[in-house]
């Protein structure tokens, strides 16, 4: 019997889920700081995220799962070993996360919520409307096409870069590839990047970049803060280009205590917060999806999101 | 032929769309301050507010036509003078201001941005889903209709609460009246005022309606501020009940200096603005609908947006 050790903390609730809808296979539950290597060669298959300390040792896994969406930490593990994730998971926190962003900076309520201090009744000027806005998303996985879709339902005019272009779902408008994002990114008033972090995506977002935008546009980063230059999107605020910025990710994490960006008032920060287990329906669907491969796996059919090393993600 | 005096502050586009758009009518352009009561009577109809003050003289007006929604300060006026409003123009600054309000509170971003002075990268814990929430419209105008089907389409199941019980759009799924609300209310995640002030509807959210709220439940008030009542919010507040507030109108405004409102990290508190000329949009719309109606009254044709001077809205 295939056994698999399981490292997701789940209440008892969702532990009941997985011990009876997984037949067929021994699933047992651990604490993550209690793994030790001769722990670990006890299993066949890995579910839940583990430190590379331990992973990069020689073990008898042939198939880890990660409870994770972001792998590039695990590229490095043994070739022999199937690599998949829980993307998919995350896309609708980190989407609502993204629509919160856009909101606030919109409506200014950054500044109202500054200004209660001074309880201050005073009118801040104008606000924007989110209705008829051109978004771009920048990557578009699991977490680009939930935030797509919903900005499409509240009316935005929608489109995507991806590294190749593909087919495209009805709520996005154009698909557009990183060799002519520039030629277009100043016809947008939100840019949202979720993009993964690999060599090619390393700092894509740099000050030239962030310039071509429109003076007044909304930037979000939700993916990986070495997407974007710091330095870079710094000198740009204190040239008072974009309207707002919020980040959950940033570099170095956590945002150093002497960096500039927490000066901004026009910049939310949050501690890369957006996904994790911050909304409990993504433990939910990390489960789901951690039992729909499972059952794949002992019944030997093709797994669901196998990560690409090459990529560094779910192809 | 009529002669239309206009209130309404329009750039020279708007003043020239009107030109072209209103035929066979004079219209006449002026800064409201320089109204005097000699002026007014040279008109048979007003668009745009003025004060009581002007408009309770004897005058030869026949129609009055407001570019605010709410009118209850005009009702006094003569009866045989017809009153419409801009029911209409305010609902998409309104509802988009309120999804404002919904997101920043549910995904924390207050203290996140109440945070900001600590330049802490502190986790402040679990956030709800937007998605699968239930939400209480409470006053279906145009606001209320307007933020329901954009909480619909973002997957809320949206509920309204209205004076009687009329069909329905598809949009929402059930409609409550007054009568019955306190038997439903504690099934709501998101209650959202958007009622004019009349004798019905004064102090209707006191502190035992409200303590029947859902005690993680997000409150909002964009209608009049005194549709609730200040203490015993402040009262509901203090016990820890309700996960959030947002009010841009309260009772009185400006909000007092030393009211306990300005104390609770989850309230937001902004000086009435979510409506007025906020977003440009409003002003757009507030002159489309007075052109319309302007070519309706000239063409002696049926007026929209009359307002019921017993219910103090339009019908």
Same mark, same amino acid.
């Given at each position: 019997?295939?056994?698999?050790?399981?490292?997701?903390?789940?209440?008892?609730?969702?532990?009941?889920?997985?011990?009876?809808?997984?037949?067929?296979?021994? &699933?047992?539950?651990?604490?993550?700081?209690?793994?030790t290597l001769e722990?670990?060669?006890?299993?066949?298959?890995?579910?839940?995220?583990?430190?590379?300390?331990?992973?990069?040792e020689p073990n008898?896994?042939?198939?880890?799962?990660?409870?994770?969406?972001?792998?590039?930490?695990?590229?490095?593990?043994?070739?022999?070993?199937?690599l998949?994730?829980?993307?998919? @998971?995350?896309?609708? @926190?980190?989407?609502?996360?993204?629509?919160?962003?856009?909101?606030?900076?919109?409506?200014?309520?950054?500044?109202?919520?500054?200004?209660?201090?001074?309880?201050?009744?005073?009118?801040?000027?104008?606000?924007?409307?989110?209705?008829?806005?051109?978004?771009?998303?920048?990557?578009?996985?699991?977490?680009?096409?939930?935030?797509?879709?919903?900005?499409?339902?509240?009316?935005?005019?929608?489109?995507?870069?991806?590294?190749?272009?593909?087919e495209?779902?009805?709520?996005?408008?154009?698909?557009?590839?990183?060799?002519?994002?520039?030629?277009?990114?100043?016809?947008?008033?939100?840019? @949202? &990047?979720?993009?993964?972090?690999?060599?090619?995506?390393?700092?894509?977002?740099?000050?030239?970049?962030?310039?071509?935008?429109?003076?007044?546009?909304?930037?979000?980063?939700?993916?990986?803060?070495?997407?974007?230059?710091t330095?870079?999107?710094?000198?740009?605020?204190?040239?008072?280009?974009?309207?707002?910025?919020?980040?959950?990710?940033?570099?170095?994490?956590?945002?150093?205590?002497?960096?500039? &960006?927490?000066?901004?008032?026009?910049?939310?920060?949050?501690?890369?917060?957006?996904?994790?287990?911050?909304?409990?329906?993504? &433990?939910?669907?990390?489960?789901?999806?951690?039992?729909?491969?499972?059952?794949?796996?002992?019944?030997g059919?093709e797994?669901?999101?196998?990560?690409?090393?090459?990529?560094?993600?779910?192809?």
């Amino acid at each position: 019997m295939l056994n698999i050790l399981i490292l997701i903390e789940v209440d008892e609730s969702l532990k009941q889920k997985m011990i009876d809808e997984c037949k067929g296979v021994n &699933l047992v539950f651990c604490n993550r700081k209690e793994v030790t290597l001769e722990k670990l060669n006890e299993f066949d298959v890995l579910i839940g995220n583990l430190t590379m300390k331990l992973l990069k040792e020689p073990n008898n896994l042939k198939w880890i799962h990660f409870e994770s969406a972001g792998v590039e930490k695990f590229l490095d593990i043994d070739e022999n070993i199937i690599l998949t994730n829980s993307t998919g @998971a995350y896309g609708e @926190a980190i989407a609502e996360y993204m629509i919160a962003a856009v909101f606030t900076l919109y409506k200014r309520f950054h500044e109202y919520i500054d200004n209660k201090i001074y309880r201050s009744w005073e009118y801040l000027g104008k606000v924007k409307r989110v209705y008829g806005s051109n978004v771009l998303v920048v990557g578009l996985g699991d977490i680009g096409y939930t935030f797509a879709r919903k900005m499409k339902a509240l009316g935005c005019n929608v489109s995507g870069v991806k590294r190749t272009i593909s087919e495209k779902p009805d709520y996005i408008d154009n698909i557009y590839t990183f060799d002519n994002v520039d030629d277009v990114i100043g016809d947008f008033d939100i840019v @949202a &990047l979720s993009l993964p972090h690999t060599k090619e995506t390393d700092k894509i977002f740099d000050y030239n970049r962030i310039k071509k935008m429109k003076k007044d546009a909304v930037f979000i980063n939700v993916g990986r803060g070495k997407t974007v230059d710091t330095d870079g999107l710094i000198k740009a605020l204190e040239e008072d280009h974009l309207l707002g910025v919020c980040l959950d990710v940033v570099d170095p994490e956590p945002l150093l205590v002497n960096s500039k &960006l927490w000066q901004f008032e026009n910049v939310i920060i949050t501690p890369h917060v957006s996904g994790n287990y911050s909304m409990d329906y993504t &433990l939910e669907r990390v489960v789901e999806i951690a039992i729909d491969n499972i059952n794949r796996y002992s019944k030997g059919e093709e797994l669901i999101n196998i990560v690409d090393r090459k990529l560094g993600y779910k192809k």
